[in-house]
């Protein structure tokens, strides 16, 4: 790989990590938002059911919600170890821990 090439793939990992960081925030304000409205409008979500594609296809929603979900985490463990191996390879050693 040419030094450019090094630049630009950590560039990416980084940009990927910063992805994930706005991401998070954004699932932690759906939650605060959804924890008040399934409290307060819990009958909003059945009249949508029929027509949001969220819902869609009710007979294999659960089986590919669980796919979504399972292969997300796949990728995230996926760049974590690009991440570490990342770092092993510019020098920097990992903290000592205290045992």
């Known amino acids: ?31 605060s938002d959804f924890g008040e409205l399934s409290r307060t ?10 027509e949001h594609k969220l819902f869609a296809n009710k007979e294999i929603v659960h089986a590919q919600m669980e796919e979504f979900y399972k292969a997300s985490i796949n990728y995230i463990e996926l760049l974590r170890e690009i991440n570490r191996r990342a770092i092993e390879l510019s020098g920097t050693a990992a903290p000592k821990k205290n045992l």
């Open 1 to 31: 790989m040419k030094e450019e090439e090094v630049n630009e793939l950590v560039d990416r990992i980084h940009s990927a990590k910063e992805s994930l960081v706005l991401f998070g925030r954004q699932v932690f304000r759906i939650s």
């Open 41 to 50: 409008h819990p009958d909003s979500f059945r009249q949508l059911a029929a």
